[in-house]
C-alpha cells in the first residue's frame, strides 16, 4: 500500500501557511502532506464581513471537496485527514455526514480536537459559556465577530453555530452514526483548549470505540524543543508525526489480515 496524503484540517483564525512545519515533518517520512485553507485567513480570500459569511456546513463541504480531489488526482493513495481542533469539529462533520460520493477519509487524526460545550471545562465552565452566549449579539451588532472575541474575526454564522454548539452542547451538524474509520484522537496535555473532559465528549459523540486509539503528547514526549500548547505545537511537530505513522502502520496491518477496517482501505 502507498503512503497516505495527509489533508491537513486547521484551526479556527489560522491560515494554511502556518503548518509548513507539519507538512515538511511528514514529507521527510516520504509521505505526501497539504494544509488545506481556511476561511477568512488567507491572504487571498476575504475576510469575514456583513458581506462575507459562511458555515460549518460550508467549512464541510470544503472538505468533502479535498478529499475528493485528492482521490482523483492519486485513486490508488489512500488519504488521512488531521484535524487540528475546529479542523477536527469539521472533520467529525464530514466523516459522520458521509460526502457526494459517498466516501470520507481512510482515516482520521484529530489534535486538540473537542467540543465546545460549557460544561465540560473548568472554572463551571463560564469563560466558555460567556464566549459562547455572546456570539450572537455582537454578530448581530457587527455582521461578523469582531476582535479581540474568541475566533475573530469569524464568520457570523460559523460562529453563531459555534456559540449555540458551546451553550447547549449540541453539535451544528447531524450526529446519526459514529465515524467509522480508524480515528487516533491526540490530546495535548494541558492543554486549556481542548481540556480532558472536552475530548471525552468529542470521542463519546462522534468516534467508534472499536476503531479509536488516544494517545497524550506529553510535555516529556514532545521533545527540548517541543510544546503541548494548544497552536504551537505545530512549530515542533516530530512527536506527533511519529505517532500518526505507527498509528497509519497499525491500522494497515489490521487491514491487510482482514479486520474491521478493511473496507476502508480499496480503492475507489
Given at each position: 500500500?502507498?503512503?497516505?496524503?495527509?489533508?491537513?484540517n486547521?484551526a479556527m483564525?489560522?491560515?494554511s501557511?502556518y503548518?509548513?512545519?507539519?507538512?515538511?515533518s511528514?514529507?521527510r517520512?516520504g509521505w505526501?502532506a497539504?494544509?488545506?485553507?481556511?476561511?477568512?485567513f488567507e491572504?487571498?480570500?476575504p475576510?469575514?464581513?456583513?458581506?462575507?459569511?459562511?458555515?460549518?456546513?460550508?467549512?464541510?463541504?470544503d472538505?468533502?471537496?479535498?478529499?475528493?480531489?485528492?482521490r482523483?488526482?492519486?485513486?490508488?493513495?489512500p488519504?488521512?485527514?488531521?484535524?487540528?481542533?475546529?479542523?477536527?469539529?469539521i472533520a467529525?462533520?464530514?466523516c459522520i455526514?458521509g460526502?457526494a460520493?459517498?466516501?470520507?477519509p481512510?482515516?482520521?487524526v484529530?489534535?486538540?480536537?473537542?467540543?465546545?460545550?460549557f460544561?465540560?471545562?473548568?472554572?463551571a465552565?463560564?469563560?466558555?459559556?460567556?464566549?459562547?452566549?455572546?456570539?450572537?449579539p455582537?454578530?448581530?451588532?457587527?455582521?461578523?465577530l469582531?476582535?479581540?472575541?474568541?475566533g475573530a474575526?469569524?464568520a457570523?454564522t460559523l460562529m453563531?453555530?459555534?456559540g449555540?454548539?458551546?451553550?447547549?452542547g449540541r453539535?451544528?451538524?447531524p450526529?446519526d452514526?459514529r465515524?467509522?474509520?480508524?480515528?487516533l484522537?491526540i490530546k495535548?496535555q494541558a492543554d486549556?483548549?481542548?481540556?480532558s473532559a472536552a475530548?471525552d465528549d468529542?470521542?463519546e459523540?462522534?468516534?467508534d470505540?472499536?476503531l479509536?486509539?488516544r494517545w497524550?503528547l506529553?510535555?516529556?514526549?514532545?521533545g527540548?524543543d517541543g510544546?503541548?500548547?494548544h497552536v504551537?505545537?505545530?512549530r515542533?511537530?516530530?512527536?506527533?508525526?511519529d505517532r500518526v505513522?505507527?498509528?497509519?502502520?497499525?491500522a494497515?496491518?489490521?487491514?491487510s489480515?482482514?479486520g474491521?477496517?478493511?473496507?476502508?482501505?480499496?480503492?475507489?
Amino acid at each position: 500500500m502507498q503512503n497516505p496524503i495527509v489533508l491537513i484540517n486547521p484551526a479556527m483564525a489560522i491560515g494554511s501557511r502556518y503548518y509548513e512545519p507539519l507538512v515538511a515533518s511528514f514529507e521527510r517520512h516520504g509521505w505526501e502532506a497539504r494544509a488545506l485553507r481556511r476561511r477568512g485567513f488567507e491572504d487571498d480570500l476575504p475576510t469575514a464581513s456583513r458581506r462575507a459569511d459562511w458555515s460549518y456546513a460550508d467549512e464541510i463541504a470544503d472538505l468533502d471537496e479535498a478529499i475528493r480531489s485528492a482521490r482523483a488526482e492519486s485513486p490508488d493513495r489512500p488519504v488521512v485527514v488531521l484535524g487540528h481542533s475546529l479542523g477536527g469539529q469539521i472533520a467529525a462533520g464530514q466523516c459522520i455526514g458521509g460526502s457526494a460520493d459517498g466516501r470520507g477519509p481512510d482515516a482520521l487524526v484529530g489534535i486538540g480536537a473537542s467540543t465546545p460545550w460549557f460544561r465540560r471545562y473548568p472554572r463551571a465552565g463560564l469563560p466558555v459559556l460567556a464566549a459562547g452566549a455572546m456570539a450572537w449579539p455582537l454578530t448581530f451588532a457587527f455582521g461578523y465577530l469582531p476582535k479581540p472575541a474568541f475566533g475573530a474575526p469569524g464568520a457570523r454564522t460559523l460562529m453563531r453555530e459555534w456559540g449555540a454548539w458551546a451553550v447547549t452542547g449540541r453539535p451544528p451538524f447531524p450526529v446519526d452514526r459514529r465515524i467509522d474509520v480508524p480515528t487516533l484522537v491526540i490530546k495535548l496535555q494541558a492543554d486549556p483548549y481542548a481540556v480532558s473532559a472536552a475530548t471525552d465528549d468529542y470521542v463519546e459523540r462522534f468516534c467508534d470505540p472499536d476503531l479509536t486509539t488516544r494517545w497524550t503528547l506529553t510535555r516529556e514526549a514532545a521533545g527540548p524543543d517541543g510544546t503541548t500548547d494548544h497552536v504551537r505545537w505545530v512549530r515542533s511537530p516530530d512527536a506527533v508525526v511519529d505517532r500518526v505513522l505507527e498509528f497509519w502502520a497499525q491500522a494497515s496491518a489490521n487491514a491487510s489480515s482482514g479486520g474491521q477496517v478493511q473496507a476502508r482501505f480499496r480503492s475507489p
